[in-house]
């Protein structure tokens, strides 16, 4: 609102041409580009105004909330750099296999080969055994018959029993290699059980090592939420003293020296914001407030 625009609207005005929604709507709008004037102007010269009696309070509240923001941005940076290094450390534990435990994997499959292997060999004897007692039951048998029908002769019981004790031989023979393939199947389950310990160990501190991670990420989330949400506060303090301070400056740059010193290379701005406040009272006046 210029001074010519402010005469003509009160001629119109002297006619019953009211516009008094545009004038409070142009005044509320020119109001909000005020505060704003007021806020930057205040940020770019607070530091200059500690001679500015008058804004005292603001100058030094001011120092007081820039060490605090000071203060809690480092610990936020800190929060940020935990995060990070927990991110990395969860993927690396999820995705990577500890040296020792890909060892343990690799001596678990070779003894499952071996007890394999052992076990195949003790079904053969099994079965090797199977069939010498089955030959040997048969001349048994062949024995018993010939005596019920005495049919025996000295010569062919004497090629009997020869058999059937070098059957028994070999039975007694096959026991003892069973024994050992048995006693061999139970030392390398032994030492399959020490190794699954092992693994079920390593998988335990794998777990509690990502457990930690986890842990790590939250307290971190927390620590950088409860951050931002005090620098949100703190900014939202020092706007409004940047505010007061902005207000004060401007509109004292005739009378106080210091004011006009402080305002130096922003007249400019200052002359913008002197008009702002002679067209939002022209307004208001418009508009009959």
């Known amino acids: 609102m210029t001074p010519t625009r402010y005469f003509i609207a009160r001629m119109a005005l002297a006619f019953g041409i009211s516009r008094k929604q545009r004038r409070m709507a142009e005044a509320a709008s020119e109001t909000h580009l005020l505060r704003e004037a007021e806020q930057l102007l205040g940020q770019r010269v607070w530091n200059r105004v500690e001679a500015v009696e008058?804004?005292?309070?603001?100058?030094?509240?001011?120092?007081?909330?820039?060490?605090?923001?000071?203060?809690?941005?480092e610990k936020l940076h800190s929060a940020e750099s935990m995060l990070t290094e927990a991110h990395h450390q969860r993927a690396a534990l999820l995705t990577d296999k500890s040296t020792k435990q890909e060892q343990l994997d690799g001596e678990r499959s070779e003894l499952l080969e071996e007890l394999d292997h052992l076990a195949r060999e003790r079904d053969e004897i099994v079965r090797n055994a199977r069939g010498l007692r089955?030959?040997?039951?048969?001349?048994?048998?062949k024995l018993e018959v010939l005596k019920s029908e005495s049919r025996e002769d000295e010569q062919t019981t004497a090629t009997t029993r020869a058999r059937m004790s070098e059957l028994r031989s070999q039975f007694e023979a096959l026991k003892i290699d069973r024994d050992k393939v048995a006693a061999r199947i139970a030392e390398r389950n032994l030492v399959l059980d020490e190794i699954d310990e092992n693994l079920d160990n390593e998988r335990k501190k794998h777990r509690s090592e990502a457990a930690e991670a986890f842990q790590m990420i939250g307290e971190a989330n927390r620590k950088i939420s409860s951050y931002k949400a005090e620098l949100g506060l703190l900014?939202?303090?020092?706007n409004q003293l940047y505010g007061e301070i902005g207000r004060h400056v401007s509109r004292n740059t005739k009378v106080n020296p210091h004011c006009r010193e402080a305002t130096g290379e922003y007249n400019a701005l200052v002359e913008v914001m002197s008009a702002l406040r002679r067209s939002i009272n022209m307004n208001h006046r418009l508009a009959g407030n």
């Open 235 to 238: 900014d939202t303090q020092m």
């Open 134 to 141: 089955r030959l040997y039951d048969g001349l048994k048998t």
């Open 54 to 73: 008058e804004l005292g309070i603001e100058y030094w509240n001011l120092r007081r909330l820039m060490t605090e923001k000071t203060s809690i941005t």
